[in-house]
C-alpha cells in the first residue's frame, strides 16, 4: 500500500551508519529497531538508510544528500577515539564549521574515565572535538561524547555506534529534544507511527497472505507487511503519518483483533516476544518442568529455551544424543526399535520424549530426530524429514512428521521452532482443561 | 587510513536494498558480503549502501542519488508479484522509461513454473515487465526475472532480495557482462580488491590493536580494520585500488603472515571458518571423539558443533544439565562436591567433563558451568563467573576460570567460545606430540 503522504521534511528521518565493516554486512543490525521505533513515537518516519565507510569524502557527500530529503539525520559510529573515526570531520567539512574542543564534551569525558580510574589519552581528547555551534549530547554510559546541530532546516544528531551508548543518548537527550523542537514548531504535532507485529508458524508466505485479503480498508493510512524467514513469516500493521488523516487507536485495535483471529493458531507471539518466551512463560504459569531429546538440533532447543531469563525454573535437563547408541544409553531407546524403524522415524521420537521424561520425572518431555544433511538421506528418508515428539504422561506420546527444505542451518532451525511449537500448542490444550 | 583514491566512477559502486521491513533491521545481512566480495574481485569497490522502503517516489530519489556517484548500481528486492514490489516501477519513473512485457521475461518464468507444474498468475505476469531498452537478467532457482541497464554512464541492475536467486544470478550474468565491460573500456583494468579476515578471540580490542601497530606501512594501499563483538574481535587487511600504486601478492602475503604472527595463538580462524569448523578439522583429523555437558550454555555448544556438516563423525552426545540433580544423575558428578564446592565451580566444571567422557566412551569431554544472569549471584559469584572444564584422560582435567560481562546471552556466547578455544588449543597441542 502507498498512500500519498503529505511529507513535511521534519517528519522525514534518515540514519547513516558509519564504518567501512558495516558496508561488507553479515551481522544483525540493532540500531535500525531501536532508532525507528523512538522516532515513530513522535510522528517521525524512518524513510531512507545509508551505510558509508570511514571515508570522509564519502561522508560530506552522504549527510549532504540526506539534509536535502530528511529534516531529521541521525548518524551512528565514526566517533571513536582512532583516526579511521572521522564522522566529527566529516560534519564540520559539509556544514562548513570549524572543529573546537568543548568544555562540556571534555567533562564528561574526563569525570566518566576517572570513575575507571583512567585519565583521557590523546585520541580521546580528539573525541572532544566538536563542530562550532553544535549542542554537546553527552553520553551516560561510555566515553565518546555526541553532537547535535542544525544545518539547512535540517536537525543533524552524531552519536556513537555502540548500542548501549546510542539508546541512552537517544532517551535522554535526543528524543526531547526533537519532541521539544516539534512541539514549538506551528505546524500540529504528527501522529505517532505505530507498528504491531505479528509472529505466525505453520503456513508458506503466500497462505498467510491469503487469509489477510481484505485486512485493511481501502485508502486505511496502515501498511500491511509479511516477511518470511526460516523461523516463520512475521506479520506487521504499520501506522503511517500521512493518507487519509490519522488512524484511531479503536481502529488499529479492530485491525489487530482482526488479524488474530485471522491467523488464530498460528500466531505464536506478538512484538518482541520469541518462541522461546512464550513457551516459558507457559510452562512458568502452570508450573509444569521440562526435558530435552535433541538429535537432529544438537542442543538448539536447550539453547534457545535456556536464553530466557529465569528458565532454570521449568528447564530441567537435555540429552544431545548425536549417536544411535547414546540414544539407548541415554534414554533407553530400544536399541531393536532403532534398527527395525531407523534413528529418524515417528517410532524413536516417541520414544525419546518419553525416556527423557521418565529419566528426567520432569512433566513433559520433548524429542527431535531428523536428517538436517547434506548427508545422511537414504532412499526413503530424504534431507529435511524430521520427526518431533512429545509425552506428557498420560495418553502416550504425540508425534509430528516435517518435510523442511533448505540448508543444515536452516533444517535445524525449523525442526527446533516446530518442536517448540508442538510444545506450545500441548501446553495452551492443558492450560484450558 | 584514508590513502587518496583515484576514484573514476566505474569502480566505484553502490547497492540499494529495497524493502520497508529492511528499514527496521534486526535481521543479518547476507546479500551485502556476497556483493562486496563478488565485485572487489573485478576491482570495483562498493562505497555506498543505501536502505529504502516500498515507495516509489524514494526509490526513484535514492536511485538518482546513487548513479550520481557510482558506476555500478546494484539493487536488490523490490521485484515480487505484489503491489507492494514496486522497483521496476521505480527504475523506470527514474529514467524515463515505459515498462513493457518482455518474451524473454516471461519465457523464462513460464518455463520455470511449468517445472512447478503452475502456470504465470496476474501478479506474477507483472513480473516479466521491463524497462524499454533493459536486458533482461534471468533467474535460475526463482521465477522472479531481473534486469539490467545503461542510465547517465552508470551500470544499473535489478535483482530479487532472496539470497539465492540474486547469488545465482550475480555469478552466471552480473559478473561476466561486468567483466567484460571493464576488459572493453579503454582504462586499464583496475586491481581486484582483496579483503583478508583474521578471527581472534582472548583479547580485548584494545590489546589486538595494540598487538598491530606500525604493521602496515605508511602510504600502503591496504587497510587494516577491527570490529569487536561477542565472539572475539576481528581484523581485516582490504586492499584499495586507489593509493600509492596496487600492493604486489608478495607484499600482502607477507603483511598476513606477519598479522599471523603477531596474533600467535588468539588467532583461531582465518576468512569464513568459524570456531566450530576449527575445532571439527582437528576432531576429525586426529580422529577423536568428543561429548559435552553444558550447564549454562544449556546446549549451544552442542548447537555450534552440529552446525558443521559431517559432525555426527566426532559428536558423540551432550548433557544439558541445568539443575544440580542432573549434573549428578547424568554425569555422577557426587552430590557432595556440588553441596562442597557450589554448582559454579573448578571441581564441578572437571568432574563434568571427567563423567561426560567415561560415560560416553569418548576421546574427549568439554564441560561449561557459570552464572549466565541476570539472577543466580552470590556474595562471592558475580554474574559472568564460567568455569570451562576439559578431560582427555590422562593427566586430569584441565580447568580454566572466567569472569564475562554483558547480558545473558552474551555471556553464553562467551562461555561457548571460550570452551570450543580451549578444546581447539588442547587438540592443536595433541596434534603436535
Redesign the interface.
Known amino acids: ?2 498512500a500519498a ?1 503529505p511529507a513535511h521534511r521534519s517528519v522525514i528521518a534518515e540514519t547513516i551508519a558509519i564504518g ?14 531501536f532508532i ?1 521505533e523512538a522516532l515513530g513515537r513522535l510522528g517521525i518516519e ?11 569524502a ?1 561522508m560530506v ?2 549527510l549532504k ?1 540526506a539534509v536535502s ?1 530528511a529534516g531529521v539525520v541521525i548518524v551512528t559510529g565514526g566517533l571513536g577515539p ?3 573515526d ?1 564522522t566529527r570531520e566529516a560534519v564540520a567539512k559539509a556544514t562548513g564549521r570549524r572543529l573546537a574542543r568543548r568544555k562540556a564534551a571534555l567533562d564528561g569525558m574526563t569525570a566518566r574515565l576517572a570513575q575507571w580510574g583512567r585519565q583521557p589519552n590523546k585520541g580521546q581528547l580528539r573525541q572532544a572535538t566538536i563542530p562550532a555551534g553544535a549542542t554537546v549530547v553527552t553520553n551516560p554510559v561510555g566515553s565518546a561524547p555526541g553532537f547535535l546541530l542544525e544545518w539547512k532546516g535540517a536537525t543533524l544528531v552524531s552519536l556513537p555506534g555502540v548500542p548501549r551508548e546510542m539508546e541512552a543518548m537517544m532517551t535522554e537527550s535526543v528524543i526531547p529534544f526533537l519532541a521539544d523542537q516539534l512541539a514549538r514548531s506551528t505546524r500540529t504535532c504528527p501522529q505517532p507511527i505505530t ?1 504491531q507485529v505479528f509472529h505466525t508458524w505453520g503456513l508458506p508466505e503466500a497462505d498467510v ?1 491469503a487469509k489477510l485479503q481484505g485486512l485493511i480498508p481501502k485508502r486505511a493510512p496502515v ?1 500491511l ?1 509479511l ?1 518470511a ?1 526460516p523461523m516463520g513469516v ?1 506479520v ?1 500493521l ?1 501506522t503511517k503519518s500521512g493518507g487519509a488523516g490519522p488512524v484511531s487507536d479503536e481502529a488499529l485495535s479492530s485491525l489487530a483483533q482482526d488479524v488474530r483471529t485471522r491467523l488464530s493458531d498460528c500466531l505464536f507471539a506478538e512484538g518482541r516476544e520469541t518462541m522461546e518466551e512464550v513457551v516459558g512463560r507457559l510452562l512458568a504459569g502452570q508450573k509444569r518442568t521440562v526435558a ?1 531429546a ?1 538429535s ?8 534457545r ?3 530466557v ?4 525454573a521449568y ?9 544411535n ?2 540414544k539407548s ?2 534414554l533407553g531407546v530400544p536399541v531393536e526399535l532403532i534398527a527395525k524403524h531407523g534413528a529418524v522415524s515417528r517410532e524413536v521420537a516417541a520414544a525419546m520424549a518419553k525416556g527423557i521424561r521418565e ?2 520425572g520432569v512433566s513433559v518431555g520433548l524429542s527431535v530426530t531428523g536428517i ?5 538421506a537414504t532412499a526413503t528418508k530424504p534431507v529435511g524429514l524430521v520427526y518431533v515428539g512429545l509425552d506428557g504422561g498420560a495418553g502416550g506420546a504425540i508425534t509430528r512428521e516435517f518435510r523442511f527444505h533448505g540448508d ?2 536452516v533444517i ?1 532451525q525449523r525442526s527446533s521452532q516446530a518442536a517448540l511449537n508442538l510444545l506450545r500448542l500441548w501446553l495452551i490444550d492443558r492450560g484450558r482443561t
Chains 1, 2 share one sequence.
Do not use: W
Not at 20 to 33: A, Q
Not at 46 to 56: A, L, P
Not at 372 to 376: L, N, S, T, V
Open positions: 500500500m502507498n503522504r567501512s565493516e558495516l558496508l561488507v554486512g553479515g551481522r544483525s543490525d540493532s540500531n535500525s529497531l525507528t524512518v524513510r531512507f538508510k545509508s551505510i558509508v565507510g570511514d571515508d570522509e564519502d557527500q552522504v544528500t530529503r582512532t583516526v579511521d572521522c507498528r497472505d501498511d507487511g516477511l524467514s512475521l506487521s504499520t530435552l535433541e537432529c538440533t544438537g542442543g538448539l532447543i536447550g539453547h529455551l535456556t536464553q531469563p529465569g528458565s532454570s528447564v530441567d535437563r537435555g540429552a544431545i544424543c548425536y549417536s547408541q547414546s544409553e541415554m529419566l528426567a538436517a544433511g547434506p548427508g545422511g543444515r542451518s535445524k
